[in-house]
């Protein structure tokens, strides 16, 4: 069976940020947004276990790379699944390679998971995709922690999340909103894409830029002369001002080349009628 409020995350899931949480939702779900907490530093000395159960800290899986950066919970049947689906999708198709390019880090929000479900989650995230092999798992690193491990974590990313009740009443599911946040090699928040899917595009604008354009190409950096990322909408929108001033110096290129041919050839016909 689905609960209530797992239908209401899977219906809200591409909203803007924070809108998830918004709307006709009952009043106890409002809580569960997402603030942006844009150039605020991640808690680089909080504690985690990773995968294996071994114990990490944030700062301690910084590698001079920049990070994609999930919260879900690994029981999750629902969102999370497709957040983790629809982020593996993105960077493979960024043309970056994990444990090369940028490194992973997915955070369960739950104490209550555990090493094993990381594992599991981990194996699912990597298993027939581009994103696997030895250099990328080393890259990719599902965590679990205490509750005031994950609390550090929620209040550094503005990530907001609240307990629901299941189909049997208890009390062992969370509300929340379906965002994958990018930090910068020194583990500061750089952007954030809503959604549950997460265009190539986006994806690939967002390490350039978290990596302080340090792996862009000329076309990654055209292309961000040519888009804004919005933060209100957790996209990059296209900047048709900046794409016309663009096409405008291309053109005045063009001509200022075509007159200097043009005088040129002028020129050498001038010198053979003179001759």
Do not use: W
């Amino acid at each position: 069976m689905i609960s209530v409020a797992a239908t209401a995350q899977l219906m809200d899931a591409n909203k803007p940020l924070g809108a998830a949480a918004q709307g006709e939702l009952p009043q106890y779900l409002k809580d569960a947004g997402v603030e942006q907490r844009l150039n605020q530093p991640l808690p680089l000395a909080t504690g985690f276990a990773d995968e294996a159960g071994t114990p990490v800290t944030l700062g301690s899986l910084l590698h001079g790379r920049p990070i994609a950066l999930a919260l879900v919970y690994f029981k999750c049947k629902m969102l999370c699944p497709q957040v983790l689906h629809g982020m593996e999708a993105g960077l493979n198709a960024s043309g970056f390679a994990a444990g090369k390019d940028f490194d992973v880090v997915v955070a369960s929000i739950d104490p209550t998971d555990t090493p094993a479900d990381a594992r599991a989650a981990k194996l699912e995230f990597l298993s027939g995709t581009a994103l696997a092999g030895p250099e990328a798992a080393s890259g990719v690193h599902f965590l679990t922690g205490q509750a005031a491990s994950i609390a550090a974590l929620s209040a550094a990313t503005g990530f907001h999340y609240v307990r629901v009740p299941g189909p049997d009443g208890k009390l062992d599911q969370f509300a929340h909103s379906s965002v994958v946040m990018f930090a910068t090699p020194d583990g500061r928040l750089s952007e954030y894409l809503s959604g549950i899917d997460y265009p190539a595009r986006d994806v690939r604008l967002a390490l350039v830029n978290a990596s302080g354009r340090k792996i862009a190409t000329m076309k990654d950096l055209v292309l961000l002369y040519c888009c804004n990322y919005v933060p209100s909408a957790g996209r990059y929108t296209v900047a048709v001002l900046r794409i016309l001033s663009f096409a405008g110096m291309l053109m005045l290129v063009g001509m200022l080349v075509g007159f200097y041919f043009l005088a040129r050839s002028s020129r050498e016909t001038d010198s053979g009628a003179a001759a």
